[in-house]
């Protein structure tokens, strides 16, 4: 099955600084990553996603970058704020069977300092 | 508030009893996910429903967790004779269509003690 690695697991900026978190997947069948936001105690939030016939997706001050060849993929932050802090977690959707089920990195906790 | 529901928000319980939990997903979502989450580790997928059928079941699930969706809409999660080592966060997602987007409730907090 998918196994995703996800790094640095702790990350602490300060604000205004850029944070950037990795991920890499293993099964090449996949071919949608989304990045979820978690505020403690609080649900997974759907922050951005990109699908693998994209290279780059941006909103705002954040961007998702995909490398299908070398099987990673990284989130990017801009000009980081207090409120950014929350711990991210990537995911890669196993194609197989259409179920689309998500495969979870481990997690980054991010703190911006101000 | 339109989003996916869960009940109950906490439970705690004995090592040996049942617990039910329940997931609303959002109006019109097909597709529902049930994943557990423990402390500092990312959610990892349980079983999925499209509609009622119940078309994937993770390898790693024991036997004493049995998932429902009666109707298509909302679903349950029971675990038989519950664990300590079932002590763990259970996350329900809904998604719609063939939309990869999912999106989560907000978990159900098991304890057991």
């Known amino acids: 099955g998918e196994n995703v690695e996800q790094h640095p697991s702790t990350l602490s900026v300060q604000e205004g600084d850029s944070a950037v978190i990795k991920c890499t997947y293993s099964?090449?069948?996949?071919?949608?990553f989304p990045w979820y936001k978690q505020e403690l105690g609080k649900r997974p939030q759907l922050i951005i996603d990109?699908?693998?016939?994209?290279g780059e997706k941006k909103d705002q001050r954040i961007a998702v970058t995909l490398n299908k060849t070398a099987k990673h993929f990284s989130l990017h932050i801009t000009e980081t704020q207090p409120e950014d802090s929350a711990v991210y977690f990537c995911a890669a959707a196993d194609s197989g069977g259409s179920n689309y089920k998500l495969t979870f990195g481990k997690g980054t906790l991010l703190t911006v300092n101000p | 508030d339109t989003g996916v529901s869960q009940d109950p928000r906490h439970k705690i319980t004995k090592r040996g009893q049942n617990v039910t939990f329940r997931c609303d997903p959002i109006s019109e979502h097909n597709r529902l996910y049930w994943y557990r989450q423990t402390l500092g580790q990312g959610p990892e997928f349980l079983t999925y429903?499209?509609?009622?059928?119940?078309?994937?079941k993770s390898r790693l699930l024991s036997d004493r967790f049995s998932a429902e969706r009666p109707k298509g809409s909302f679903s349950t999660l029971e675990i038989q004779r519950t664990e300590q080592g079932d002590s763990a966060m259970y996350l329900c997602a809904s998604s719609f269509g063939n939309s990869y987007e999912q999106y989560f409730g907000p978990g159900t907090r098991l304890t057991v003690t």
């Open positions: 990109i699908r693998s016939n994209v």
């Open positions: 429903f499209q509609n009622e059928a119940q078309l994937e």
């Open positions: 099964d090449s069948a996949s071919n949608y």
